[in-house]
């Protein structure tokens, strides 16, 4: 099979050039392994057009349907390999299919690097525990939030936070706290700073209560139990200290 394009993944990335390519009458075909980052979000109110918000999966199902409606093939598949063939096309294999392309897209996204907690996908799903305080921050106007990272990108995230509300906790991932510096910018913003890492069963005891909204934390102590206790309102953002590319 020739196509002219071919675009690896399925997210709204892949699917709008996808939308694009079709309309200017070019062959193409999405391949997409069905984990798209956004199908984690609960609903989003950045998105143009969408006044009261859409989830992740209702833009992905719409954005697979307007480019099927013009002609894309979308497949679900991962892309192992891909060979240049002498100068022509790329060569790929989808479902045993031999695929030429004349020009590839990666739109494969990034994936979070995220402790390992219980139920977290789920959790994230149900809108507890976020990753992006641009896209969330206004959502929190007023209310109290902890921010979960380590180090300086905690430190920045918990900073900007506090354009939205006064009310901010850091929980750090690093045993050892924070460096003096980044506590220092803490003070010079008047933001709230616990730093002690978190145990699963605080974790566990803030999502039972039904006061853990958008956190995340590795390890910790019976300190960091006993103060779950007052964070009955609290709203959790997850702070990830790096994200790496999505393989196809």
Do not use: K
């Amino acid at each position: 099979m020739l196509v002219d394009a071919l675009i690896i993944g399925g997210g709204p990335a892949g699917l709008v050039a996808a939308v694009y390519l079709v309309r200017f009458r070019r062959a193409v075909v999405v391949a997409d392994s069905g984990l798209a980052r956004a199908s984690l979000i609960p609903r989003s109110h950045n998105c143009p057009g969408f006044p009261e918000g859409i989830s992740g999966d209702e833009l992905i199902t719409r954005l697979r349907m307007q480019a099927e409606r013009y002609g894309a093939a979308l497949r679900r598949a991962r892309i192992g390999t891909i060979e240049e063939a002498g100068g022509g096309p790329f060569v790929t294999w989808i479902d045993e299919e031999e695929v030429h392309a004349r020009t590839v897209i990666i739109a494969t996204g990034v994936v979070d690097l995220e402790p390992v907690l219980p139920d977290l996908p789920n959790v994230i799903r149900r809108g507890l525990v976020r990753h992006c305080p641009i896209c969330d921050g206004f959502e929190v106007q007023g209310q109290r939030v902890a921010v979960i990272g380590a180090g300086e990108q905690g430190v920045r995230e918990a900073r900007f936070i506090r354009h939205f509300t006064d009310d901010v906790t850091l929980f750090t991932l690093a045993a050892s706290g924070l460096r003096e510096e980044d506590r220092l910018l803490l003070h010079v913003v008047a933001s709230a700073s616990w730093r002690c890492p978190l145990t699963r069963s605080t974790w566990r005891a803030m999502r039972w209560s039904g006061c853990a909204r958008r956190m995340v934390g590795r390890t910790g102590s019976r300190r960091c139990t006993r103060r779950s206790a007052q964070l009955r309102t609290t709203n959790f953002l997850c702070s990830s200290a790096s994200r790496a590319a999505r393989p196809g």
